[in-house]
């Protein structure tokens, strides 16, 4: 016991009152009509717009030993003319679909997503193309222009998204008002938490790096805050704490727990 002291040491410990403003919460309290909706979906169009999409059949060579001499003859019989019927029969086994759906470039690999979307014409054929997952030969079936939904299908995406749009507005303005009143009435959080709907909570025994917590209290940033000398002598409340560009706290320290050995009973 005497010798190894920090195996049996309590932490530092800290007690403090926080308010925590979050972007979730505030999605809660967003209302919003049809015609705010509309409105909304006229003025964003771009963040609705459907890339271009591409159907296909495909010829898949997965990758293995004998990848290499599988290409080789797949070139071969792509040179010859053969038909692409005949090539789906000769080199796709039953476990693969030869059948693409619709896909957007970015559902493919760089190589292939550039060969597939660079065909003019339905029936264009790919040259071979060779990525670190195997080879593949594409026979182009249908596009699907870039097109943006009507509204009415897609009504429910536009209300989270103007949802979200709404809520970043406010949130923003709250953080300002949360760091003017804690600010303005340094030893007190009661004021801020009227004025932003928000409800004072209480954190005991918070040692550092105690991941354990629930957020935000396990999150490094506050620990640190609660831990500043400043923030735990003072008696003040601390600064705003972004926790991201989704959350943000203020908090005030009123009790602070050195850390100590325990007494030889206590551990014996």
Known sequence: YKA?????KTPAKVDFTYLILTLDD?????KYTDEQLEEYYNLHQDEFQLPEQR???QIVLKAG?????????LKQDLASGMEFSRL?????????NSHTGLLAKSMLSPAAGIALFNLQNKGDITDVIVDETGAYVFKLERVVPANIPEFAKIKGEVADKYTNSEARNIFAKEVNTLSDLTFENPD??????????????????????????KFPLNVQEVQKTAFNENNRT???????????DEAACVLNVSKYTEAKVQAFEEVK
């Open 4 to 8: 190894h002291p920090d195996e049996f």
């Open 26 to 30: 505030l999605k809660k309290t967003v």
């Open 55 to 57: 159907e296909a059949t």
């Open 65 to 73: 030993d004998n990848l290499n001499a599988e290409v080789e003859k």
């Open 88 to 96: 789906l029969a000769k080199y796709n086994t039953t476990s693969q």
């Open 188 to 213: 007190s959080l009661e004021t801020a938490a009227k004025a932003l709907n928000l409800e004072v909570m209480n954190a005991k025994d918070v040692a550092y790096g105690d991941e354990t917590l």
């Open 234 to 244: 003072s008696g003040n409340n601390s600064n705003v704490v972004n926790l991201g």
